[in-house]
């Protein structure tokens, strides 16, 4: 297997990425439906007696030693971590690489599947009579955001506020965690494998940004990646085998007898390198070679 070019991985990654981006963008859904599917959530949580939210989003509010923290690592670690973490296996343990790679982007997109059929409100965009606060507004003169998530102030238009299912701060961060305890060779590396996905469950229901379950679908659906994957990374390879494979007339292969490509200089090729490549050489121009 070819070792992946840095360059090329950076492109593909900024494409992905930014469809990605654009997806959840393009797949806004209609307010009442996000805010009725928010609900149905938090209504079912309430059932169960698992909306952990509630308190410490009181907690994160009250207490801004906590808050402010928080609200710092929502907007900003789950863009840097990542593809801290992409690098650093890139670099360090190339041979796994391709696998972590595909099974992050293969999640990645799993996730914009859920955000176009389950358009879902966050708690801090519910009525105040929920009892949820928008910490990320309450703490924003301490951060570059204003009172649309943690997009800089002015930019709230370009993102996707009902994107709230599944969490893929939380998935990510999953990821992010295998990877440091799958390939880490040290205690702190497998420690803070441990502690980071934690952590950023507890950030994104302190903060308001997603329900328990947001944080339980990110799982399900990093946990899904590396299951479907293998059959992307196959798909791929399969398609670059047929593009590279495609018949290519060159090497002095004759298309009719006494026809030649202009310009193309004759060179005798062997039956094995016409196999190798998938010359298309007729057996009229082989029967004239061997005339010779």
């Not at 099974?103 to 358009?119: D, H, I, K, S």
């Not at 519910?126 to 955001?145: C, N, P, R, V």
């Not at 990646?225 to 290519?248: F, H, N, Q």
Request: proline share 6%; aromatic share 10%.
């Amino acid at each position: 297997m070819r070792k992946p070019r840095w360059w090329a991985e950076l492109a593909l990654i900024a494409v992905v990425y930014a469809a990605y981006s654009g997806g959840r963008i393009l797949v806004k859904g209609g307010e009442a439906s996000a805010v009725e599917h928010g609900l149905a959530i938090l209504r079912f949580e309430e059932g169960l007696g698992i909306d952990a939210e509630h308190p410490l989003n009181r907690l994160f509010t009250s207490v801004p030693a906590l808050g402010i923290p928080a609200d710092f690592a929502y907007a900003s670690l789950h863009y840097l971590v990542t593809p801290a973490i992409l690098v650093w296996l890139f670099r360090r343990r190339p041979a796994h690489y391709r696998a972590a790679r595909a099974w992050l982007m293969t999640a990645t997109l799993l996730g914009l599947v859920g955000f176009t059929l389950f358009p879902t409100c966050p708690p801090r965009l519910l009525d105040a009579a929920h009892g949820f606060s928008d910490t990320m507004a309450h703490f924003s003169a301490y951060g570059w955001w204003g009172g649309e998530a943690s997009a800089p102030r002015g930019l709230g238009g370009m993102t996707n506020q009902y994107a709230a299912m599944p969490s893929l701060h939380v998935g990510w961060a999953l990821w992010c965690g295998v990877m440091l305890w799958r390939y880490g060779r040290t205690p702190l590396a497998k420690a803070l494998g441990v502690a980071y996905p934690l952590v950023t469950a507890l950030v994104v229901m302190g903060t308001a940004n997603h329900y328990l379950l947001d944080a339980v679908a990110g799982v399900a659906v990093m946990g899904a990646g590396p299951l479907l994957a293998p059959y992307v990374l196959r798909l791929v390879d399969r398609l670059r085998e047929t593009a590279e494979a495609s018949p290519v007339v060159s090497a002095g292969c004759e298309t009719s007898a006494g026809e030649r490509i202009p310009g193309q200089r004759s060179v005798r090729t062997t039956a094995d390198d016409k196999q190798e490549w998938g010359l298309p050489c007729s057996s009229e121009a082989e029967s004239l070679g061997k005339a010779r």
